[in-house]
Nanobody, 114 residues
């Protein structure tokens, strides 16, 4: 099983990024997907999640700037952040919870400059 997160980078405040999480080795289309982030010196926090049917949830603190989506044919989930602000600087992780195992990707770094 592998969750490959990508799309992070160094971005100016006000810019945008789309993160991708591509899964292999699991029944992706039937699984929910979540994005978490861990900012420097802080605990990991949920950013957004999406059910297998496509129902999305975004936490209040980023609502209006963040969108989560999925493409089951590509076995990929996305997290769009626009506009970015410095408080979005963090390592972003994708997560696929299953009945037996909670799978995590390695994370992708997002750094937002003032």
């Amino acid at each position: 099983v592998q969750l490959q997160a990508s799309g992070g980078g160094l971005v100016q405040a006000g810019g945008s990024l789309r993160l991708s999480c591509t899964a292999s080795g699991i029944a992706f289309s039937g699984s929910p997907v979540a994005w978490y982030r861990r900012a420097p010196g802080k605990q990991r926090e949920l950013v957004a999640s999406i059910t297998s049917g496509g129902s999305a949830y975004v936490v209040d603190s980023v609502k209006g700037r963040v969108a989560i989506s999925r493409d089951n044919a590509k076995r990929t989930a996305y997290l769009q952040i626009n506009p970015l602000n410095p408080e979005d600087t963090a390592v972003y992780y994708c997560n696929v919870p299953t009945a037996m195992v909670n799978y995590w990707g390695r994370g992708t770094q997002v750094t937002v400059l003032q």
